[in-house]
C-alpha cells in the first residue's frame, strides 16, 4: 500500500486523478500543490493514451472559443472516447479563467454532461489554497462513497 501523502490522506482510499494540462501548466501547478499522485493525459495526440484501471476524477481546462466552440481538448476527448476510461470517470473537476464569464471552466460542464457524471468542482487558473483544500476533502469523501476506503489495509487518513 502506498505511503500517506502529506495531509494524511492514502492513494489507495481516493479515486485516481487524471488531468490535462497545456503548456501553460496552471492544471500542472494545481496538481503540484495538491499533493497526491495524478496521471497526466500527454499533450501530444501523437503520444499514446493513457491506459487507466481505477475510479477517477478528471481535472480539466477550458480552451473554448467566445462561443463555446473546443472547451474540451482534443486530448481530454480521445481519452474519454476509450469506453475502458470512459466506464471508471467518477466526476470532474473544470478549470478556467473568470475573465470569460459564463464559459468560465466550461470543459467541465460540457464533461459531464456527456459521461453523465457530477461536476464536482470548479476553479480559477492555479487554485487557491481554499480549492486544494476543499479537493482533497472531496476526493476523500468520494472515495468513502466508492467503498475505497474499505478496500485497503491501513486507515486511508490520519487526520481525527
Known sequence: ??????????????????????????????????????????????????????????ICPTYADGEGRGAVPKQVIRLLNDPANRALIKG???TGNRNFGTLFASSGDVIARKCNVPLLYKFEL????DDIARVRSGLEKMGRKLGLAETGNAPCSTMG
Open 126 to 129: 492555479a487554485g487557491f489554497d
Open 92 to 94: 470532474v473537476i473544470g
Open 1 to 58: 500500500m502506498p505511503a500517506p501523502v502529506p495531509g494524511g490522506l492514502s492513494p489507495d482510499c481516493i479515486p485516481d486523478i487524471v488531468y490535462y494540462s497545456s503548456s501553460s501548466e496552471n492544471t500542472v501547478r494545481f496538481i503540484d500543490r495538491l499533493g497526491l499522485p495524478a496521471k497526466r493525459i500527454p499533450i501530444s495526440p501523437k503520444d499514446e493514451n493513457l491506459v487507466i484501471n481505477r475510479p477517477f476524477v478528471l
